[in-house]
């Protein structure tokens, strides 16, 4: 009995944790007669792979990957080495870093390819609010248009540059 309830709860624990995919080496467990479990190790994740958020675009649940990467709102945005790049836009696959706030990706009302229209958690210096976006890809992936909607939604669009 003992040995059962101790099998489900590393069964529970490594059904949430992995998140990764699901292959024979993964989904088995095996148990020997000592009751002594060995659950095998996730696999590394180097700093440069792409994350989950990452994985989600891809699957058509984040942010489209044609809109992930570095965009600014002027060339030295993309050049600054001094940090003082105020309109530098990062985004990943759940992600909107600027610099001084991050949006956290939330409802998407729509989603192609090169466009998503989606309500983003913002915090930053000291503050959280919550924003709807639409980001908007042009000229071949080079121009990425970002306008708020909603009370309190800056008035014009934003044009950023792709950084190289």
């Known amino acids: 009995m003992r040995n059962t ?23 088995t467990v095996a148990v020997p007669e000592n009751g002594a479990v060995t659950l095998p190790a996730p696999p590394a994740t180097p700093a440069d792979t792409p994350s989950t958020a990452s994985s989600a675009a891809d699957s058509g649940t984040g942010i489209p990957a044609a809109l992930q990467g570095r965009w600014g709102l002027v060339p030295a945005d993309c050049t600054s080495t ?9 985004i990943s696959g759940d992600t909107l870093r600027f610099y001084e706030s991050v949006g956290t990706l939330g409802n998407v009302v729509s989603r192609e390819p090169t466009r998503i229209v989606a309500d983003f958690a913002m915090t930053g210096e000291g503050q959280q609010w919550t924003r709807r976006m639409v980001l908007d890809m042009h000229e071949s992936g080079k121009t990425l248009i970002r306008r708020e909607l909603g009370d309190d939604a800056m008035p014009n669009p934003l044009r950023y540059q792709r950084c190289a």
């Open 5 to 27: 309830v101790m099998i489900a709860a590393l069964l529970s624990l490594a059904a949430c944790g992995g998140g990764g995919e699901r292959t024979p080496a993964n989904d």
């Open 82 to 90: 001094k940090g003082d790049n105020k309109g530098l836009l990062t």
